[in-house]
């Protein structure tokens, strides 16, 4: 094989890994170069592939949407928190397991939900999400990377119950419990596609979470968390919403309802009010009645603000980016209070 010959191949392998295009041309440019074509210089063609493999693992990582992460961090870091206060010490093994299960379970949902929004012909070149799109990735590259995540997600719960004391049924309800939600919001039934997102993510990234941190920390099922969860489960579903209502009218065109089209663009901006709202008044509630600490997430008032104006002015870009910077700060702050209350200072059931 004639040498430029070889380097056009190369050329198209380089090409077809920054377009994108499908992971059988990139894997036929991969072996191309690893068979040592003669004359080409070994250095560069080892740098090449390095500089390729670099790539396609960037594209795997912003294919998770890793700026949404926040959502299900801070609900561990939560139930950790409380575990904290009420048996005086949490297991970092634990802890890290547990961040590590809840965070791949929803990079697969991320992906099955970039997957399904794909074939149902919801993702065009304007929308967030253009992984598929653009061709970045191929759709089996996102089925299989899914898979390897649900799978690692499995590993991680079964490593959770040899670390933890929790019941295997409780721990299982729990571990599928999330498992089938991050699925079924938009595969299978589709829960996203009948206004029922919503609802789900109040949910998972809610009570689910934070008891499934809680509990696999002390050993047991308890209703506190769930109460707990209440002020970050609405700032998450914030996040959601403002996605929503940004995409309203492609999602209307491509026949999905969410709940920002059913209630519109005027009730949609009262909702977003109280989802971002509303945790700042449970704070205060909690600052004044029990301790001063948990005045501590009002430190995050001054970026709730311009969010509220940025959505009356209807420019949605980047909201669900910067509600999710939010989340993340207000979070931390929130569970920075829990761990700071004066012992017997916090409410409890
Ligand atoms: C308790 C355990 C073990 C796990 C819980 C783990 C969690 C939090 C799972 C939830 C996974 C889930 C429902 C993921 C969906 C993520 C989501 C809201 C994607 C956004 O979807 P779109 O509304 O289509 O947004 P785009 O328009 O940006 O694609
Ligand atoms: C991609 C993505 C997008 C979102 O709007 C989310 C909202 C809440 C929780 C998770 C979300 C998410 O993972």
Known sequence: MAKEQKQSMAQTFVLAGSNGHNSQQWQTGLSNLV??????????????????????????????????????????????ALAYKLEGSVDLVILMVCAVTVLVVH?????????????????????????????????????????????????CATLLYFLSTLRLEHLALIYFGGLSSSFLYTGGIGLKYVALGDVVILITFGPLAVMFSHAVQVGYLSVLPLVYAIPLALNTEAILHSNNTRDMDSDKQAGIVTLAILIGPTLSYVLYNLLLFVPYVLFCILATRYTISMALPLLTLPMAFPLEKQFRSQCYAKIPQKTAKLNLLMGLFYVFGIILAPPGSLPSL
């Open 107 to 155: 990079g697969a949902g991320n992906l099955v939900n970039t997957y399904y929004d794909f074939s149902k012909g919801i993702d065009h070149k304007k929308s967030d999400d253009r992984t598929l799109v653009d061709e970045i990735l191929a759709p089996q590259d996102v089925v299989m990377f899914g898979a390897l995540l649900y799978s690692l997600g499995c590993l």
């Open 35 to 80: 068979n040592h074509p003669p004359g080409t210089n070994h250095m560069s063609r080892m740098a090449r592939v390095a500089s390729h493999v670099r790539q396609k693992c960037a594209a795997y990582v912003l294919a998770l949407r890793p700026w949404s992460f926040s959502a299900s961090l801070t609900p561990v870091a939560l139930g950790s």
